[in-house]
C-alpha cells in the first residue's frame, strides 16, 4: 500500500496567517492528491481534488500544488472557521490511503 | 440536495455480527463509486471498502472475508455487512460518494458509531 505522511502533525496560528501543511507519498501518485477538512463530530469535507482543483464552494483561500511524490495545501489567510483537521488522501490506487492528519489550532 | 444517511450502528460483542446501511438522496448510488470509510476514536481515516458503479467490490486486508459491501437499487442504498467484528473494528463508519473519481470522496455521511466490546 502506498503511505502518506503529513507534516506536521499539528501547528498553533492565528487568524489572518498563511500557513501550508505538507504532504508526501511513499510512491509517485502523479497528480492524484486529495485535501479533507475534518472538525469535531463531523464529516470530513472534500476541499482540493487531484492536488490543484477547488471543490465546488471551497473558498478561493484554500489551494493546493505538487505531482508525483511531494504535495501542499496552503491557506492564504487563515479565517475562524479554518481551525480543524486536514486530511490528505492518495486516489491513485486501492486503498485510498490518507495521512495521519494535521490539527491547526488557534494561537 | 445530494445526501448520505447512514444507519444501524451500535454496540456489538466481539465476534458478533452487525448491517450498516446508507440511504442516498438527490443521486443514484447503482450509477456511483460507493464506499465505507471509518475512523477510530481519535484517530485518522481509513478506506474500508469500495463498491464500482458496475457492480465489482474491493476490501481492505483488514476487513476482507470478514465485511461484505452491497446495495439495493430499490431503495437506493448501499450495505455494509459486518461478521466477526473484532475490537479493533470499533469507529464511526462513513458512507462516501466517489467522483469525479472513484477514490475521491465529494459527498460524505454523517457517520455511524459501532462500538465492538465485551
Known amino acids: 500500500d502506498i503511505q502518506m505522511t503529513q507534516s506536521p502533525s499539528s501547528l498553533s496560528a492565528s487568524v489572518g496567517d498563511r500557513l501550508t501543511i505538507t504532504c508526501r507519498a511513499s510512491q509517485s501518485i502523479s497528480s492524484h492528491l486529495n485535501w479533507y477538512q475534518q472538525k469535531p463530530g463531523k464529516a470530513p469535507k472534500l476541499l482540493i481534488y487531484?492536488?490543484?482543483s477547488l471543490q465546488t464552494g471551497v473558498p478561493s483561500r484554500f489551494s493546493g500544488s505538487g505531482s508525483g511524490t511531494d504535495f501542499t495545501l496552503t491557506i492564504s489567510s487563515l479565517q475562524p472557521e479554518d481551525f480543524a483537521t486536514y486530511f490528505c488522501q492518495q486516489s491513485y490506487s486501492i486503498p485510498g490511503t490518507f495521512g495521519q492528519g494535521t490539527r491547526l489550532e488557534i494561537k | 440536495e445530494v445526501q448520505l444517511v447512514e444507519s444501524g450502528g451500535g454496540l456489538i460483542q466481539p465476534g458478533g455480527s452487525l448491517r450498516l446501511s446508507c440511504a442516498a438522496s438527490?443521486?443514484?448510488?447503482?450509477?456511483?463509486?460507493m464506499s465505507w470509510v471509518r475512523q477510530a476514536p481519535g484517530k485518522g481515516l481509513e478506506w474500508v471498502s469500495l463498491?464500482?458503479?458496475?457492480?465489482?467490490?474491493f476490501y481492505a486486508e483488514s476487513v476482507k472475508g470478514r465485511f461484505t459491501i452491497s446495495r439495493d437499487t430499490s431503495e437506493n442504498t448501499v450495505d455494509l455487512q459486518m461478521n466477526s467484528l473484532r475490537v479493533e473494528d470499533t469507529a464511526v463508519y462513513y458512507c462516501?460518494?466517489?467522483?469525479?473519481?472513484?477514490?475521491?470522496?465529494?459527498?460524505w455521511g454523517q457517520g455511524v458509531l459501532v462500538t465492538v466490546s465485551s
Open positions: 463498491i464500482y458503479s458496475g457492480g465489482s467490490t
Open positions: 462516501a460518494r466517489g467522483r469525479p473519481n472513484l477514490l475521491v470522496f465529494d459527498c
Open positions: 438527490g443521486f443514484t448510488v447503482s450509477n456511483n463509486y
Open positions: 487531484t492536488a490543484s
